[in-house]
């Protein structure tokens, strides 16, 4: 059975002003945010990755990651896969609108993937950099034993201070939690931005130090049938925008929430958030991925410090 990091790299990043942001170098050399990603989550024990990507950028991508990751996953006993997340990639019974030019949304792109999933799995955005310690914990969370029948899944909670952008307005998920650290509620707040008072969206003051999700979820593989008949339910829904409409993973895990039908345990991580929501925010990306290779927290080639070393013979 394989853990595996499932990074959802359809996005068209319509804000990043062009291009495919995701491929956008920011580390000495040359290294990209998905590398630091694949990087952590191999360090943390995850021992497949399957990239969710659209076929039009299958080229692109291969050529600047999948190729390249595939051959340093090659010595270390991890899988690499691509599936692909289309309009008319449907449950049985169900075709696109005519019109319609995007997909579905994050639920469909980890449904993508389902044939390539045999455990359980953790799904993150392509584009932000999230850090050792959230990779470490969802794995252990992952793989230890459950606390109740209800599917357990799991939820990196960032500190909203670590996660704004000083280029523009972001959206974040408010955590809630309970006194026992699990999920109670994610508060979808739009166009957060950080001025001289703190974080603020629409004018109201927010705590910089509450807890926000980054979209990292650590999920078991039985969630996925959960997935699939949401999905179908989603797709019958008569007051919905057919051409624009997207099911979103957050906000169906919130629904299932306040229905009691799973448990979501919110991990805390204290690292910084890097992303590249706006073009102006690569200038500082790529200089604090310089400051983590020049300390020595990355090592130069980035994937050197993950094979193993061979003892010596004598």
Not at 4 to 20: E, K, N, P, Q, S
Not at 69 to 90: K, N, R
Not at 193 to 217: K, Q
């Amino acid at each position: 059975m394989k853990t595996a990091l499932v990074i959802m790299a359809a996005g068209l990043g319509t804000r990043f002003g062009g291009g495919v942001k995701q491929l956008t170098p920011v580390g000495v050399s040359g290294e990209i945010i998905m590398d630091y990603s694949i990087h952590d989550a191999i360090e943390a024990g995850f021992n497949e990755i399957i990239f969710v990507i659209r076929r039009d950028i299958e080229d692109e991508f291969r050529a600047a990651i999948g190729d390249r990751i595939a051959e340093e996953c090659a010595g270390l006993g991890v899988d690499v896969h691509c599936a692909f997340q289309e309009i008319d990639d449907l449950p049985d019974g169900f075709t696109p609108p005519d019109g319609r030019t995007k997909p579905w949304g994050t639920v469909q792109a980890v449904l993508v993937a389902r044939e390539l999933i045999s455990g359980p799995f953790c799904v993150i955005n392509a584009d932000d950099y999230y850090g050792k310690t959230a990779f470490r914990e969802t794995f252990e969370f992952l793989n230890s034993e459950p606390e109740s029948a209800l599917p357990e899944l799991c939820v990196a909670g960032y500190i909203l201070g670590n996660t704004l952008s000083k280029s523009g307005g972001v959206t974040r998920g408010i955590c809630c939690a309970d006194e026992t650290g699990h999920l109670t509620d994610i508060r979808e707040t739009r166009h957060v931005i950080l001025t001289d008072e703190g974080p603020e969206a629409d004018g109201v003051r927010l705590d910089p130090s509450s807890l926000v999700s980054m979209n990292l979820w650590g999920i078991p593989r039985q969630f996925l049938d959960i997935l699939q008949n949401g999905f179908v339910e989603f797709l019958k829904k008569e007051e919905k925008d057919p051409l624009r409409c997207e099911f979103l993973l957050p906000e169906y895990i919130n629904e299932l929430l306040h229905d009691s039908l799973i448990r979501v345990k919110v991990l805390s991580t204290p690292d910084h958030w890097f992303g590249m929501t706006y073009r102006e925010d690569t200038p500082g990306v790529v200089a604090a991925f310089r400051e983590f290779s020049e300390s020595g927290y990355y090592s130069t080639p980035l994937f050197s410090d993950l094979i193993p070393e061979v003892a010596e013979e004598e």
